[in-house]
């Protein structure tokens, strides 16, 4: 069964930086593709940013372009997201989700098979 486990969420001031990391388990990862989605209070589920497992293509929300990285570590299984020049409006439960048809990355959630439990991340002003 796949799990996926997200850490590194919490509290940082504006212009702060945080690394989320999503650590996969259950299966062979070597054609999937992974992404990183939040969801703030009142709101849908947005995409943030994604990967194919084998790094080669990423895929950024323009609201994150240029502040956040998504990178992959296969030897790991792990995702990570690292976020610089944090700001409030970052503030949300970030999740890591995989897509087991990962030949095309994909920037829906439908399209996504599995899902983490989410990490809090709260940016104050």
């Known amino acids: 069964q796949v799990q996926l486990v997200e850490s590194g969420g919490g509290l940082v001031q504006a212009g702060g930086s945080l690394r989320l990391s999503c650590v996969a388990s259950?299966?062979?990862?070597?054609?999937?593709?992974m992404g990183w989605f939040r969801q703030a209070p009142g709101t849908e589920r947005e995409f943030v940013a994604a990967?194919?497992?084998?790094?080669?293509?990423?895929y950024y929300a323009d609201s994150v372009k240029g502040r956040f990285t998504i990178s992959s570590d296969n030897a790991k299984n792990t995702v990570y997201l690292q976020m610089n020049n944090l700001k409030p409006e970052d503030t949300a439960v970030y999740y890591c989700?995989?897509?087991?048809?990962?030949?095309?990355?994909?920037?829906?959630?439908?399209?996504?098979?599995?899902w983490g439990q989410g990490t809090q991340v709260t940016v104050s002003s």
């Open positions: 989700a995989a897509d087991e048809q990962g030949a095309v990355v994909s920037i829906f959630s439908w399209e996504y098979d599995y």
């Open positions: 259950g299966r062979t990862f070597s054609d999937w593709a």
């Open positions: 990967i194919s497992w084998s790094g080669d293509s990423t």
